[in-house]
């Protein structure tokens, strides 16, 4: 989602877009985003218009979001979450939103399948 939102929003629903534009709902962008986009490009599977640091940080400080911390007990969560999703990544963002009792902004219904409130 982040990263439609600032390269192809027009992926994004518009009333999803509009919650995340409604200044009064705290958004949150996990660490792990932030780690799986800084991997992927310096891999060159993402182009970005600037380094990752200087992109995500910008774009997390243009539209207002929280940055949410990896906790050692989100990554021991991870490790006790059935096998429905084999990435990593979406794993520990699943622990999170389950112990920080946050939802989750995604289009992936793996996500969806488990024990957590996706918004999308």
């Known amino acids: 989602m982040f990263l439609w939102l600032n390269t192809e929003p027009e992926r994004i629903p518009p009333p999803i877009r509009r919650f995340i534009e ?3 709902n705290e958004i949150y962008i996990s660490a792990v985003t932030a780690w799986e986009i800084s991997i992927k490009h310096a891999k060159g599977h993402l ?3 600037l380094p990752a640091e200087d992109y995500v940080l910008s774009r997390i400080g243009r539209e ?3 940055p949410l911390a990896i906790e050692v007990s989100h990554a021991l969560h991870s ?3 059935p096998p429905i999703h084999n990435d990593p990544f979406d ?5 999170q939103a389950r112990l920080e009792r946050l939802p989750i902004l ?3 219904a793996n996500i969806a399948r488990y024990d957590v409130e996706v918004i999308w």
């Open 22 to 24: 409604d200044r009064t």
């Open 47 to 49: 182009e970005l218009p």
């Open 64 to 66: 207002g979001f929280r």
């Open 79 to 81: 490790g006790h979450l």
């Open 91 to 95: 794993r520990l963002l699943v622990a």
């Open 106 to 108: 995604t289009s992936d």
